[in-house]
């Protein structure tokens, strides 16, 4: 690990230099993208100084040991090194976690998009628990939530609904909740007191910035319509609403949250742009899983993730066969145990796989 130590205090220093010359800082692009690097970097470089801070404690008393003659002091320097050995393996993970090479993405915000599966009307309630969840979850973490569009279930719920979901590393953390969502409860329209099983989709799409794909506007078909559904006269009856055809894919993101066409235009490029791009970013995926074929943030919207038990109370994450007795929480917000776990589960895999990082 010491060979990685010193690139890392090497291009660190490289980095110093860089986002402070002027070339850069005019090159908005590249700045962004150093200074990111820049940022990590130095997390990393904290906790290496505590790192060597411990080696050379435990070195000072090792020497001490050995050549000292006063009982008290070698006692003194005995409970040093004990302290200092036993602090050792944890900071060492724990640099060796921050040394995993950082997806990209990470950074980077997300368009979610919920959409009701097998169950009929009860999956268009469950996909509006899981909308109410994210939400709450976002705002705890200080993340703004933002809706683009949404199709109402007729039962309560939602048959789609997409978000917009602006913070900091937000990718990062909501990439782990893309798949099938599974929910066994007795439903309202139920009378006879079964339990039925239901399933909605989650997908979670980073955010294409408009320098990370290039969309040629003359492939995108804009069709204005006026809004459907609740809303105020001028929503329903101005042609504000907002339906692009993307031509060479066939794909069609609509938009008419915003009363102006102009803000539901600017939000339905978004969508696209983001949809463009995770599509790129699944062929590279593909090469990638090769390598790590066990990765739990795979996002693959055909795997079933998890299961919502509401008679048991239970809540069950099939990637890593994690059972939660707390389905009351999970369901309003309370979603970081979740992630948490399945992070470490994913940093563990890639440290399985990243050989040069040990």
Not at 78 to 92: D, G, N, T, V, Y
Not at 319 to 325: M, W
Not at 332 to 348: C, S, Y
Request: glycine residues 6%.
């Amino acid at each position: 690990m010491q060979d990685k130590i010193k690139i890392v205090k090497q291009r660190f220093d490289e980095l110093t230099e860089l986002i402070i010359q002027p070339n850069i800082i005019s090159d908005q692009k590249k700045y962004i993208k150093l200074n990111k690097e820049y940022k990590d970097l130095k997390k990393v470089l904290d906790l290496i100084h505590v790192y060597e801070k411990l080696l050379s404690n435990a070195s000072e008393a090792e020497e001490i040991i050995s050549n000292d003659s006063d009982s008290e002091i070698i006692e003194m320097a005995k409970l040093q090194f004990e302290e200092s050995r036993h602090a050792l393996p944890e900071i060492e993970e724990s640099i060796k976690l921050l040394l995993i090479p950082k997806d990209p993405e990470d950074s980077k915000n997300v368009v979610i998009e919920v959409r009701a599966g097998t169950g009929g009307d009860e999956a268009s309630i469950f996909a509006g628990d899981l909308h109410r969840m994210y939400t709450k979850y976002c705002e705890s973490k200080g993340w703004e939530v933002d809706v683009v569009n949404f199709n109402q279930g007729t039962s309560g719920g939602y048959k789609e609904i997409i978000f917009e979901v602006n913070g900091v590393d937000v990718y990062g953390t909501m990439k782990y909740e893309a798949g099938v969502h599974r929910v066994q409860r007795i439903p309202q329209t139920e009378t006879q007191g079964r339990v039925h099983t239901s399933a909605a989709s989650v997908i979670v799409l980073p955010e294409a910035e408009e320098f990370d794909l290039e969309l040629d506007m003359t492939e995108v078909r804009i069709e204005r319509t006026t809004s459907t559904g609740p809303g105020g006269q001028s929503v329903n009856t101005t042609y504000s609403a907002i339906k692009l055809h993307h031509e060479p894919t066939g794909m069609i993101v609509s938009c008419q949250d915003q009363k102006s066409s102009h803000k539901n235009l600017e939000k339905a490029l978004k969508v696209l742009r983001s949809r463009l791009y995770e599509m790129e970013l699944a062929k590279k995926n593909a090469v990638d899983s090769e390598r790590r074929k066990n990765m739990v943030s795979s996002g693959d919207r055909s795997a079933k993730i998890r299961t919502y038990n509401y008679p048991q109370g239970r809540v069950t994450d099939h990637r890593i066969g994690l059972t939660l007795y707390d389905l009351s929480n999970i369901i309003n917000g309370d979603i970081q145990k979740l992630i948490d776990e399945l992070r470490l589960a994913d940093n563990t895999e890639k440290l399985k796989s990243d050989k040069d990082i040990i």
